[in-house]
């Protein structure tokens, strides 16, 4: 009966993904970093026949060093294979404290997500270049389970490489709740 259940949980956590290909989540997580303290990060994804617009917002919660990273994201479904989603996309980038610093913004989103089980792995990789002068490479390698409909619980390894600053120090786990269709 347990496994019965597990499985309807898995078909009914993103149904209209699954059946029309609309996807549309936003998730908060809270980030323990490495130097900077405590992190929020913030995302949303709205997405339909292999098109999505992704944003993200990470901010530190030290009064000290309010260091901010967000980025707006058009990607492309490039994989054939149904579990598996590759996405690679551009867009633009944003780091700064009291001012913010732009450019542009490469990166890749790869899931596998198994039909009829809960469990989720996803990577994400890329590369910015703010302000002409800074290269900034963003990544993180986590997992998502949702054990409840339109509901994710996610643990993701997150950071920063690169020669800027203001994010030495940023990487670190985090914990969060996504929701979506």
């Not at 479904?77 to 542009?104: E, H, K």
């Not at 490469?106 to 039909?115: E, K, N, Q, R």
Request: charge should be neutral; include cysteine.
């Amino acid at each position: 009966m347990a496994s019965l259940a597990l499985l309807l949980t898995a078909a009914a956590a993103e149904p209209a993904h699954a059946l029309l290909g609309v996807d549309a989540r936003a998730g908060a997580a809270l980030q323990a970093t490495g130097g900077q303290g405590p992190a929020l990060n913030a995302q949303a994804n709205v997405g339909m026949f292999g098109w999505s617009a992704r944003g993200h917002y990470w901010q530190t919660l030290t009064a000290a060093t309010q260091t901010r990273w967000m980025t707006a994201v058009v990607c492309k479904n490039v994989s054939p294979i149904p579990m598996i989603d590759v996405s690679p996309g551009l867009g633009l980038a944003g780091l700064g404290q009291a001012d913010t610093t732009f450019g542009p913004v490469g990166l890749v989103h790869a899931s596998f997500s198994p039909f009829l089980v809960p469990i989720s792995v996803e990577a994400t990789a890329g590369a910015s270049w703010l302000g002409g002068t800074r290269l900034v490479l963003p990544y993180s390698l986590g997992a998502k389970v949702s054990l409840f409909p339109f509901t994710g619980f996610t643990l993701r390894y997150r950071g920063f490489e690169g020669n800027h600053a203001l994010l030495q120090g940023a990487n670190g786990p985090e914990l969060g709740v996504e929701i979506g269709i």
